[in-house]
């Protein structure tokens, strides 16, 4: 995954002109990740901008550069870090071009590697993706795989909204195939990565793998799992989504964040009320605790597992 970013950042920087990648140590470095290993050298210091270590001045900077017609991709550099940047992101980004009565719009990406699974210390696994979707004016998105994080990207830094892109880290690493000969599926569109007929698991990034490896174990007992990456937090495909209810008749929804007010309460709600006559048995959800996020240690206490997964399947299909 982290390849397929660079190869979209690449992508953008020499498509068009007034793209700029801006972030903690992204030039000379590479970032934390190697996200941006070599733009620097290739792209120079006007185009691939190492920042001071201030989020607020990050994104104001991108806002300002925005206006004046360029196309900034901005790195936070890890999750629990952009809540200094929260009040410029929610406050003007998102709300200028309603503020402008549709005059201003401001193309600013801005790419958060978010979630636990690395054994990081404090404020570096947190999952901050419904704050963002719950912002109107937002475009929220997450890859699950190297291919969805190429298009995806490229489909971001094109759009002329703002967008957050959040990036699994625990997927980093993670191999795919690159398909650039066909056309990529559209940013906002759900994808079923696995049918089945049982039940409908849905998840987005990090918990996409966990769903199809619990599908895989249920299919040794007999069950029929559909797995649906919802690819896209906000706006959401729900028709995709009320289609495979439709045919499976139940759902369990597994995301990293809380539980409490999490992405899949809104998730549970719209599809009780769009699936009522179809579901038999509640929507279900399996994320983290109501607490804070805890020491690498023990995350694996916190983390949605094929356990926990399997445990929410097995109480929807005995409902």
Same mark, same amino acid.
């Given at each position: 995954?982290? /390849?397929?970013?660079?190869?979209?950042?690449?992508?953008?920087?020499?498509?068009?002109?007034?793209?700029?990648?801006?972030?903690?140590?992204?030039?000379?470095?590479?970032?934390?990740?190697?996200?941006?290993?070599?733009?620097?050298?290739?792209?120079?210091?006007? !185009?691939?901008?190492?920042?001071?270590?201030?989020? %607020?001045?990050?994104?104001?900077?991108?806002?300002?550069?925005?206006?004046?017609?360029?196309?900034?991709?901005?790195?936070?550099?890890?999750?629990?870090?952009?809540?200094?940047?929260?009040? /410029?992101?929610?406050?003007?980004?998102?709300?200028?071009?309603?503020?402008?009565?549709?005059?201003?719009?401001?193309?600013?990406? #801005?790419?958060?590697?978010?979630?636990?699974?690395?054994? +990081?210390?404090?404020?570096?696994?947190? %999952?901050?993706?419904?704050?963002?979707?719950?912002?109107?004016?937002?475009?929220?998105?997450?890859?699950?795989?190297?291919?969805?994080?190429?298009?995806?990207?490229?489909? %971001?830094?094109?759009?002329?909204?703002?967008?957050?892109?959040?990036?699994?880290?625990?997927?980093?690493?993670?191999?795919?195939?690159?398909?650039?000969?066909?056309?990529?599926?559209?940013?906002?569109? +759900?994808?079923? #990565?696995?049918?089945?007929?049982?039940?409908?698991?849905?998840?987005?990034?990090?918990?996409?793998?966990?769903?199809?490896?619990?599908?895989?174990? +249920?299919?040794?007992?007999?069950?029929?799992?559909?797995? #649906?990456?919802?690819? %896209?937090?906000?706006?959401?495909?729900?028709?995709?989504? /009320?289609?495979?209810?439709?045919?499976?008749?139940?759902?369990?929804?597994?995301?990293?964040?809380?539980?409490?007010?999490?992405?899949?309460?809104?998730?549970?709600?719209?599809?009780?009320?769009?699936?009522?006559?179809?579901?038999?048995?509640?929507?279900?959800?399996?994320?983290?605790?109501?607490?804070?996020?805890?020491?690498?240690? #023990?995350?694996?206490?916190?983390?949605?597992?094929?356990? !926990?997964?399997?445990?929410?399947?097995? !109480?929807?299909?005995?409902?």
């Amino acid at each position: 995954m982290v /390849q397929a970013l660079n190869d979209a950042l690449r992508f953008a920087l020499e498509e068009n002109p007034r793209t700029l990648v801006m972030g903690e140590d992204v030039g000379r470095l590479g970032g934390v990740f190697r996200v941006t290993e070599h733009l620097h050298k290739d792209f120079g210091d006007e !185009r691939v901008v190492d920042t001071p270590l201030a989020e %607020s001045g990050i994104v104001g900077t991108a806002i300002g550069l925005a206006l004046r017609g360029f196309r900034p991709v901005l790195e936070i550099q890890f999750d629990g870090f952009v809540y200094p940047a929260f009040d /410029q992101i929610v406050s003007q980004l998102a709300k200028m071009h309603a503020r402008s009565l549709g005059h201003i719009r401001l193309p600013v990406t #801005v790419r958060i590697p978010y979630a636990g699974g690395i054994g +990081a210390v404090e404020h570096h696994s947190e %999952s901050p993706e419904t704050y963002f979707a719950h912002t109107a004016g937002l475009r929220v998105v997450s890859p699950a795989d190297a291919n969805d994080a190429y298009w995806m990207l490229r489909q %971001s830094i094109a759009s002329d909204d703002p967008v957050i892109f959040l990036e699994p880290k625990r997927r980093y690493w993670d191999k795919a195939e690159l398909d650039t000969s066909a056309a990529p599926r559209g940013l906002h569109e +759900a994808a079923v #990565v696995r049918p089945g007929r049982d039940l409908t698991l849905i998840a987005y990034g990090p918990t996409v793998k966990v769903c199809l490896e619990a599908a895989a174990a +249920a299919a040794d007992e007999g069950r029929s799992l559909e797995v #649906v990456d919802l690819r %896209s937090l906000s706006p959401v495909d729900f028709g995709t989504l /009320q289609r495979s209810i439709e045919r499976t008749h139940r759902a369990v929804v597994v995301h990293e964040a809380p539980v409490f007010l999490g992405l899949g309460a809104e998730l549970a709600a719209r599809l009780h009320e769009r699936c009522f006559y179809s579901l038999e048995a509640p929507v279900l959800r399996v994320g983290g605790f109501h607490a804070p996020y805890p020491p690498s240690r #023990v995350e694996g206490a916190y983390l949605p597992d094929l356990d !926990r997964v399997l445990h929410a399947v097995d !109480r929807a299909i005995e409902h």
